[in-house]
């Protein structure tokens, strides 16, 4: 069973940036559909980032230009880099990767002060 592992939530004021991190328990990235999503308390989970097998990478309109989804070489780590952080990114952030399954991690808190 692949585990997803996400870290780097916290707090921080408006305008500010913090970077997510997400580590599989396998080498399941590559080659494989992987992202980030976001629930806000009492709304649906909302895409946030997808990167293709093919390597090109697709946001939400309320974050392009502000969030970058990126890997390393490990092939086991996923990031989030956001920007630019609006109280309205406040959510619990999830990642998630698809490689014959659907994966999920437990979720990070990303508070964003106004």
């Known amino acids: 069973q692949v585990q997803l592992v996400e870290s780097g939530g916290g707090l921080v004021q408006a305008g500010g940036s913090l970077r997510l991190s997400c580590t599989a328990s396998?080498?399941?990235?590559?080659?494989?559909?992987m992202g980030w999503f976001r629930q806000i308390p009492g709304n649906q989970r909302e895409l946030v980032a997808l990167?293709?097998?093919?390597?090109?990478?697709d946001y939400a309109d309320f974050v392009k230009g502000r969030f970058t989804i990126s890997t390393d070489n490990t092939e086991t780590t996923v990031y989030l880099q956001m920007n630019s952080l609006k109280p309205e990114d406040t959510a619990v952030y999830y990642c998630?990767?698809?490689?014959?399954?659907?994966?999920w991690g437990q979720g990070t808190q990303v508070t964003v002060s106004s």
């Open positions: 998630y990767a698809h490689a014959s399954y659907d994966y």
């Open positions: 396998e080498r399941i990235f590559t080659g494989n559909l």
């Open positions: 990167l293709s097998r093919d390597g090109s990478a």
